[in-house]
């Protein structure tokens, strides 16, 4: 495949007349150019656990510490030592694995406590755990939407949930675009079984909210279901934490919310929180939570780690001062952080090579971040993902401000314009 260069990682998905181990060369010589510039940052090893500073082994060079942008631990509750205890004990008393899927011997009394802490902290009723967050959304959705049924997704939803819309029919929205949604909503009336409308509270990859009192009202307008994946969100937003929902005070109006344990509340694991007979309902009826074996016991932490939100506020509130702090002095620079208002913090370059020279550079002083490009964001919206966590010290944000400001002198960032990605090709 020639002109690798302009290539992302959707090219190769399904390359025509190709089987799988040609498809594999193909991708091998693109990781391999990638590497060639030093642009390749993707799966680097770590040596030491999820925190503010990480130590790595660069595929092209010796270990070194970093200041880490890449851990959704907002709170720093992996590292706690009650969070830590709980899974220690759970596993001297069952064990390191649930052995079987939920339905046939997997459930035990510490899955019923992480689905009644989970659904509390919400102030609901019912939830019910999935092994990953991932599947909370892809199987809770494909157990609840068929052929006659119709998703409505915002463009910048989650991988997950679209994975979920696949045994269904989908139609999607510009992200945020709420006479787009009304549109699709006023236009599909009548015509399909259940209409289900999914947005994300806190948007993975630019960190920006959704406007969930008006998508909210429009579902109601136009009798469609509404869920909200929180997985960004709960736990970090809202005065209590309880997520985007808490802003608008509408936690109570929503058909259905999900998230995940791997982000604030330490673990791994996602969960699905509804009224009573649906949680039922999905507990036999969703494929992946029939089929497949439960969370281990060290899941036994995430209690813990919901409580802690409560009894330790401090940690929210540092995370917030950290994100102020930090957006502030990037928007001081002259860098595109777009519309975050999360502990998600991008830099947009424009253009997916010059957010991987960004991250190159960075990793030169000493600071490791993602860059996202096609299909993730659009190439004309490349940018470099940072999220912040509570644990992170005034010391390592003034590196990573100072890293950027030294990275921005060498790409001139600021003046984006000179390097945006042709608008023609960008998708
Ligand atoms: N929803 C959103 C919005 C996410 O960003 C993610 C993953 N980061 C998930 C769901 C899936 O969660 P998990 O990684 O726990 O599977």
């Not at 070194?64 to 969070?83: A, E």
């Not at 596993?91 to 011997?105: F, H, N």
């Not at 920006?208 to 469609?224: F, G």
């Amino acid at each position: 495949m020639d002109n690798l260069i302009n290539k992302t990682f959707k090219d190769f998905e399904n390359i025509p007349g190709m089987g799988p181990y040609e498809r594999a060369a193909e991708w091998s010589a693109y990781v391999a150019d990638w590497r060639s510039r030093g642009h390749w940052n993707y799966r680097q090893m770590a040596f030491s656990g999820c925190g503010p500073r990480v130590e790595l082994r660069l595929d092209w060079g010796s270990k070194r510490d970093y200041v880490s942008l890449v851990s959704n631990d907002y709170l720093g509750f992996t590292q706690h030592p009650k969070v830590k205890a709980a899974a220690i004990a759970a596993i001297e008393k069952y064990g390191t694995g649930a052995g079987a899927s939920p339905a046939i011997g997997g459930h035990y009394d510490f899955h019923a406590e992480i689905e009644r802490e989970i659904a509390a902290f919400l102030g609901w009723e019912s939830a019910l755990v999935f092994t990953t967050g991932y599947t909370a959304n892809s199987a809770m959705l494909q157990c609840l939407l068929k052929k006659d049924d119709l998703a409505i997704f915002d463009s910048a939803i989650h991988a997950s949930v679209q994975e979920g819309g696949l045994l269904t029919n989908v139609k999607t929205f510009p992200h945020n675009d709420l006479m787009a949604l009304e549109h699709v909503l006023r236009n599909s009336e009548d015509k399909y079984r259940t209409r289900l409308v999914v947005v994300d509270g806190v948007y993975s990859q630019d960190g920006d909210l959704a406007p969930l009192d008006r998508i909210i009202a429009l579902c109601k307008l136009y009798n469609a279901m509404i869920v909200v994946d929180d997985a960004h969100g709960t736990g970090v937003i809202g005065e209590r934490g309880r997520g985007v929902l808490e802003l608008y005070d509408l936690l109570q109006e929503v058909d259905i919310i999900t998230g995940s344990f791997s982000k604030t509340f330490a673990h791994v694991g996602g969960y699905v929180v509804a009224k009573p007979e649906l949680v039922e309902y999905l507990k036999f009826h969703s494929r992946q939570h029939i089929f497949s074996a439960t969370l281990p016991p060290a899941a036994a932490c995430i209690p813990v780690a919901i409580r802690l939100v409560d009894s330790e506020p401090q940690w929210m509130l540092q995370l917030w001062e950290n994100v102020t702090y930090f957006r502030n002095g990037l928007v001081e620079l002259g860098l595109d952080v777009g519309n975050t208002q999360s502990a998600i913090i991008p830099v947009k370059t424009g253009d997916p090579l010059v957010a991987a020279e960004a991250t190159k550079l960075l990793l030169e002083a000493g600071v490791y971040a993602n860059q996202i490009g096609y299909p993730a964001v659009s190439k004309k919206d490349a940018r470099v993902r940072q999220s912040l966590m509570a644990t992170h010290t005034r010391e390592d944000l003034d590196q990573v401000l100072n890293a950027w400001e030294w990275v921005n002198s060498k790409l001139k960032l600021n003046k984006r314009e000179e390097y945006a990605y042709d608008k023609k090709e960008g998708t």
